[in-house]
């Protein structure tokens, strides 16, 4: 197997313009005489505010590529730039291109509009995609995280989130509960319930009443109309917060963090949503501390956990390609690999729960039914 390799990305920059109407910025190399070709897209911005990202997850891919597929007897891997606009904009036309042609895989997504705009493109025609940068929920649990659903069954992240969880929660009430007023109570920990009152007022919401008094937040969130009611802090108190829901006949959801410690689901109500941190230590990874020198740029933001993007896809590669006839009769047995990876990266232990999302690497939902927390989703 050959990898191709070719010139930095200034040089591909360069032909943008010439090459904007396919949405290629560049290719790696000659081609291999006899080899059958399989093509890894790096979906990137060529220009704008993220382009120094742009460049650093490119060489992170390109490096990962070649040191786990670099030697698969009868293919030519091309890792090519694909320019996904400052804002998305080029994505759609970029990546349908690839598809027709002999992609097997995409990394790359650096902001919300080209992922979105990616993943039905790449999930029709079951190629691989990997994103180390987007951690929007719904692009892999769907729209309520309480009761997920996998979008695309082509996408991965290798991105570890880093929200607190009472800030998912809140994201959780206002968009996955579509509740537009909500109640805080604060058990002891002001600064948890000011960042789910904030992530509330960021998102559109409304949080109708607060305060440290149960009762009389609990009095105020039935007069307005509260459909959630997030408790922060102390367990004991979210225990209260939970009798005096039931008996005020409250009709609203009970989220909390930390307040849901302990033994609160002893004799909790069912249907209470809690929250947990990620498991996964970002800072974790093997190599992490000299993968810089190793792939000759800054990692930036994305780099790192590029460079695992790549290495997945390499492995799997290496696996789905030799007793493929073509790329595109390699795409679905790709994606079966995928799920089967577990390695250790750059960025910590890489493998994939079943929606996609990094194993580990965001914050959990979970729902109390008869006593017992259920663990249903995690935020990316």
Aim: a negative charge; glycine letters at 14%; one cysteine or more.
């Amino acid at each position: 197997m050959s990898l191709r390799r070719g010139a930095g990305w200034a040089a591909l920059t360069a032909a943008a313009v010439l090459l904007s109407s396919c949405g290629m910025l560049g290719a790696l190399g000659d081609d291999d005489a006899g080899a059958q070709t399989a093509t890894v897209g790096v979906l990137v911005p060529g220009s704008g505010w993220q382009q120094a990202d742009g460049e650093a997850v490119l060489a992170a891919v390109r490096a990962a590529v070649e040191e786990t597929a670099g030697d698969i007897a009868g293919w030519t891997v091309e890792v090519v730039a694909v320019d996904e606009g400052e804002k998305g904009e080029a994505t759609a036309d970029a990546v349908t291109e690839l598809v027709d042609g002999d992609a097997v895989a995409v990394v790359g997504g650096l902001n919300t509009r080209a992922v979105r705009a990616a993943q039905p493109v790449l999930d029709d025609d079951d190629v691989l995609f990997v994103s180390p940068a987007d951690v929007v929920p719904a692009h892999t649990l769907g729209a309520d995280p309480s009761a997920p659903l996998r979008p695309y069954r082509s996408y991965f992240r290798t991105a570890i989130g880093a929200e607190p969880p009472a800030a998912a929660l809140a994201r959780y009430a206002v968009s996955g509960l579509r509740a537009e007023s909500v109640a805080v109570v604060d058990g002891g920990d002001a600064a948890e319930a000011r960042a789910f009152t904030e992530t509330v007022d960021d998102l559109g919401g409304t949080v109708v009443a607060s305060g440290t008094d149960v009762a009389t937040v609990i009095a105020k969130a039935k007069t307005e109309g509260a459909t959630a009611v997030f408790v922060a802090g102390d367990r004991e108190v979210a225990a209260r917060v939970d009798r005096q829901v039931r008996s005020s006949r409250l009709e609203a959801t009970l989220l909390g963090a930390t307040a849901f410690g302990g033994d609160f689901a002893d004799d909790a109500a069912s249907g209470a949503v809690r929250a947990r941190p990620a498991e996964l230590d970002a800072t974790a990874g093997v190599r992490s501390g000299r993968l810089a020198d190793e792939i000759g740029v800054a990692l930036g933001e994305f780099g790192a956990a590029a460079y695992d993007a790549g290495t997945a896809v390499g492995t799997v590669l290496a696996r789905c390609l030799p007793p493929a006839s073509s790329a595109s009769s390699a795409r679905r047995g790709c994606l079966g690999e995928m799920s089967q990876l577990d390695f250790a990266g750059a960025t910590g232990e890489v493998s994939f729960d079943g929606f996609g999302d990094r194993a580990g690497g965001g914050v959990r939902f979970s729902v109390l039914r008869d006593g017992a927390w259920e663990v249903v989703g995690v935020d990316g």
